[in-house]
């Protein structure tokens, strides 16, 4: 499985963006996906995640303005952002879960900036 983040820049507080993930290879047998969001100095962590029932999970931080979606015909997941705040700001990941033959973590993409302006 192969990752291709984007959608990242720089907005102001308050603002939205949208972020893509598109996923290529052995696509249908991935049963989750989700993005990680990393600042320096600190360990990776989920942002919000989506398996193939379309059960979602969100970090308390983003509950009510993030939303979290996978386009299965597509290949593709994204992430809303909206009311975004400067403590959004990171190095967001894509990552995906297969059913078998998972690496350990799973698989991910190259990371996107978002950097949120006060």
């Known amino acids: 499985v192969q990752l291709q983040a984007s959608g990242g820049g720089l907005v102001q507080t308050g603002e939205s963006l949208r972020l893509s993930c598109a996923a290529s290879?052995?696509?249908?047998?991935?049963?989750?996906m989700g993005w990680y969001r990393q600042t320096p100095g600190k360990p990776r962590e989920l942002a919000a995640s989506?398996?193939?029932?379309?059960?979602?999970v969100y970090m308390d931080s983003v509950k009510g303005r993030f939303t979290i979606s996978w386009d299965h015909p597509k290949n593709m997941m994204y992430l809303q952002m909206d009311s975004l705040k400067p403590e959004d700001t990171a190095v967001y990941y894509c990552?995906?879960?297969?059913?078998?033959?998972?690496?350990?973590?799973?698989?991910w993409g190259q990371g996107t900036q978002v950097t949120v302006s006060s």
């Open positions: 290879g052995s696509t249908a047998v991935i049963i989750s």
């Open positions: 989506v398996d193939s029932a379309a059960k979602t």
């Open positions: 990552q995906a879960d297969r059913l078998f033959g998972n690496p350990p973590g799973g698989y």
